[in-house]
């Protein structure tokens, strides 16, 4: 907006505003004058963010309204740590690109019995259905995964899924990699397959709605991301922490992250690391089982078996 460009102190005076109206439990009463970009840049939140959260589709928000703010201060790591030789030889250039390759500017930071049938929004105007239950369903008009930067897929004819379900990951991703530009490129499992149904010897994975991911790791293991590697002394606690709260971040938005399976061992390990950098228990019981029981109904993560090599996360139906 010109107007913004013309009064630099009146922008800077709008987002010190911006700090100052946020009322409990995360929330900002929308002030005369701020956009929805102003309050997000104020509390260093990416406005893509802020809108899915708050269901909004435009920046002009009318003044008065409450609006959610997620924790998502931007931070970045001092350390600056080495990789394998040949990994990501153009991180560089990656870091200054979103997840579809196109150029951007690097941001200056150092059970119901009723069928379920919802429709997400394809690129090309065609729209993908899940139908049933992630055991017990299928899927119509998948949209297969693209390749892309910073991840690999280690089976394409296996990682089709809802359309909102496949710019949700895109989109954690590529969060995760613009405050860790150091991690290295990401496994992406088994999604659901063209069609939907049984897949392999998955029990759920048939809606389109599911997704296998693996872990960061501080050292990438040889056989990774060709294949899934346990949480060994090498798993970055950082980053993969950072790509579970992205996930997390999407709870309240529409088809967003409904439930993460992973190892009750590895939540420990992730929890103890976020207590000492200093990020609140409240927090964490929002979104981690532990320190409850393995068989404990809270947390947006839970305990399954076999699942200490990866998060399976499962999103809710649009």
Request: hydrophobic fraction near 40%; charge should be positive; include cysteine.
């Amino acid at each position: 907006m010109r107007w913004l460009v013309a009064s630099p102190l009146l922008a800077i005076g709008l987002l010190a505003a911006a700090t100052n109206h946020v009322m409990a439990g995360g929330r900002h009463r929308m002030e005369r004058g701020e956009t929805l970009e102003h309050v997000a840049r104020a509390h260093g939140c990416d406005v893509e963010l802020v809108k899915r959260i708050n269901n909004l589709d435009t920046v002009l928000v009318r003044a008065g309204t409450i609006v959610t703010i997620p924790d998502c201060t931007v931070r970045t790591r001092a350390r600056v740590r080495d990789l394998p030789a040949g990994d990501d030889d153009e991180r560089a250039r990656r870091a200054l690109e979103v997840i579809d390759g196109r150029p951007q500017e690097r941001p200056r930071i150092t059970a119901a019995r009723t069928v379920h049938e919802r429709v997400s929004r394809v690129d090309d105007g065609r729209s993908s259905q899940s139908l049933g239950q992630p055991w017990n369903g299928r899927l119509t008009g998948g949209k297969a995964f693209p390749d892309g930067d910073g991840y690999w897929l280690r089976r394409p004819e296996k990682a089709f899924g809802a359309a909102h379900v496949v710019e949700h990951v895109r989109r954690a991703i590529a969060e995760v990699r613009k405050t860790y530009s150091d991690v290295h490129t990401l496994a992406i499992g088994d999604l659901s397959a063209e069609h939907g149904g049984q897949l392999g010897r998955h029990v759920s994975h048939q809606t389109g709605l599911d997704v296998d991911i693996g872990f960061y790791f501080t050292h990438k293991p040889e056989v990774y991301p060709q294949q899934f590697v346990s949480a060994n002394g090498d798993l970055d606690l950082e980053a993969t922490w950072a790509l579970i709260e992205a996930f997390a971040n999407t709870a309240r938005a529409d088809g967003g992250v409904q439930l993460i399976f992973l190892d009750h061992g590895v939540q420990a390990r992730l929890y103890r690391w976020a207590r000492s950098d200093g990020i609140s228990a409240d927090k964490l019981s929002a979104i981690l089982q532990y320190p409850r029981s393995a068989d404990a109904q809270a947390g947006i993560v839970r305990h399954w078996p076999s699942h200490s090599d990866h998060i399976h996360v499962r999103f809710k139906p649009r």
